[in-house]
């Protein structure tokens, strides 16, 4: 039986993901979401659960269902470096172990599909990438990126930049790629290299 490749896919903020995603899932190939599990972890009764309560208090506690309530966790990780290193050591292990699980369900069940890709634009800063064995980074100049920015989120240029800037560089990306796209080129040039990558996997059946 031909391995299953696993393919990660990142990029900064408005950088073309979803534009790659697309072109992925017109070829039919399997898509998996990293948010889905960021938002699973917080769920009541999940290991994260009890231990975000137990380092950020019961402040956090929406009282009506016992969840957790992210407009009040929000503030303190975000206002606090260490705070929100607090979070993600949390959150991110339980993240990973769901994301493993998933991808052992996908070779059980789906012995058909020979690629996977999962989508995470923390998928380095997480460690998601020792998950996968190709990266796949989308970039666009940082002032498009920007301009993008504004437009779709209605942001300032200065929260823009501030978004932009919380998150790794295209530069520091990079150095983990396999393969970069730049999604300001010709969206011709970026789906044909999406084409060509994935059929040169589905020949090659090997990395």
């Not at 290991?47 to 929406?62: A, C, D, M, R, W």
């Not at 769901?98 to 460690?127: H, M, Q, R, S, Y």
Request: hydrophobic share 40%; aromatic share 6%; charged share 30%.
């Amino acid at each position: 039986m031909s391995k299953l490749i696993k393919i990660g896919l990142t990029g900064g903020i408005a950088s073309g993901k979803s534009t790659i995603l697309g072109y992925l899932k017109e070829l039919n190939i399997k898509c998996i979401d990293a948010d889905k599990f960021g938002h699973m972890v917080y769920q009541v009764g999940r290991p994260s659960y009890h231990k975000l309560i137990q380092e950020f208090g019961t402040e956090i506690v929406n009282q009506n269902d016992q969840s957790i309530d992210r407009s009040k966790l929000g503030p303190i990780v975000f206002s606090d470096p260490s705070k929100m290193k607090q979070l993600t050591n949390i959150v991110w292990p339980e993240m990973k172990e769901l994301i493993l699980n998933e991808f052992k369900e996908i070779e059980l069940t789906c012995p058909n599909d020979k690629i996977v890709v999962l989508e995470a634009a923390v998928l380095i800063e997480a460690g998601f990438n020792e998950m996968v064995d190709r990266i796949w980074v989308t970039k666009v100049p940082r002032e498009v990126a920007i301009e993008r920015l504004k437009t779709r989120n209605n942001l300032s240029e200065v929260d823009a930049c501030k978004r932009i800037d919380s998150q790794l560089t295209n530069e520091e990306r990079e150095k983990f790629a396999d393969l970069v796209f730049e999604t300001n080129d010709d969206y011709t040039i970026t789906k044909n290299k999406v084409i060509n990558e994935i059929n040169s996997l589905l020949n090659n059946n090997k990395l």
